[in-house]
């Protein structure tokens, strides 16, 4: 398994960003590497999941390169009062990983996923670019962002600047559950696998999401997984389920 750590300037922010990636030593793999696109939550980063997950043991076992950007505070949002989050995860991150790394074009060898902040965005990108991915997991996301912002829990404040008055925010393309009830062919999009602890503080918030997605018919891979909260336990293991899932897509396509 090779790790790469890549730093580079990133147009659409202005800043020099980092993203580390893990690619398998298959040698007898000919192509370029189907690759999962894994998010961080708003408390880490780029390097979150290779410091409390066994991603490199599990990108090798199922051949999957795996490419972690730096999405910072963002929510993966282009911010209210800030930088164009939602522009370089969802853009310039995937053109420039593919000029750096060996990884497939091909949206049938792409997928996302992430953990709580990132969770949100694997499934945004999911309902708003379903063009570049497969599929997408969700492992204790936060799938709801007006009733988020309802929660009384941390920086009001911070999240103003991230997404501009609360008032404003459902519609948008930040309001995951009006995204899914505006899908006209849910066929068109990427598979979903949503997880959440019984036990984590957003397992309401999923609730709703899921609900969401069954009124507008849109199928998804659900589970609630007792014990669990907000924990790097409950992430490293729903990883490992979410690979072996998301790799039987990827062969069938």
């Known amino acids: 398994m090779a790790f790469i750590r890549c730093s580079f300037f990133a147009q659409t922010l202005g800043i020099q960003t980092e993203l580390y990636a893990v690619i398998p030593e298959a040698v007898t793999h000919s192509g370029p590497f189907p690759v999962i696109w894994l998010y961080h939550g708003m408390s880490g980063n780029h390097s979150s999941w290779v410091r409390s997950s066994a991603v490199e043991r599990y990108a090798e076992q199922y051949g999957t390169a795996v490419v972690m ?9 282009d911010i209210h009062a800030g930088g164009a989050y939602w522009r370089f995860i969802s853009e310039e991150v995937i ?56 929660m009384n829990r941390g920086d009001p404040e911070e999240f103003k600047r991230i997404f501009g008055p ?17 899908t006209y062919d849910p066929a068109s999009l990427p598979r979903l696998f949503q997880c959440c602890g019984s036990d ?40 490992r389920e979410f690979l072996p899932w998301v790799k039987g897509i990827m062969q069938q396509r």
Not at 69 to 77: C, E, I, L, M, N
Not at 207 to 236: L, M, N, S, T
């Open 69 to 77: 950007p730096d999405a910072q505070r963002s929510y993966f949002t």
């Open 166 to 182: 609360p008032e404003e925010v459902p519609g948008t393309i930040s309001d995951l559950p009006f995204l899914a009830s505006r």
């Open 200 to 239: 984590d503080i957003y397992l309401e918030n999923n609730r709703r999401f899921k609900q969401a997605a069954d009124k507008a018919g849109i199928p998804v891979a659900y589970r609630e997984d007792p014990g669990f909260d907000h924990q790097w336990e409950y992430w490293d293991l729903m990883l």
């Open 95 to 150: 053109e420039k990983a593919r000029i750096f790394l060996p990884l497939s074009h091909k949206r049938e060898h792409n997928a996302a996923a992430g953990l709580s902040m990132g969770g949100f965005g694997a499934f945004k990108l999911a309902l708003t670019r379903p063009e570049l991915i497969c599929a997408a997991g969700s492992f204790s996301g936060v799938l709801d962002i007006p009733a988020r912002l309802g």
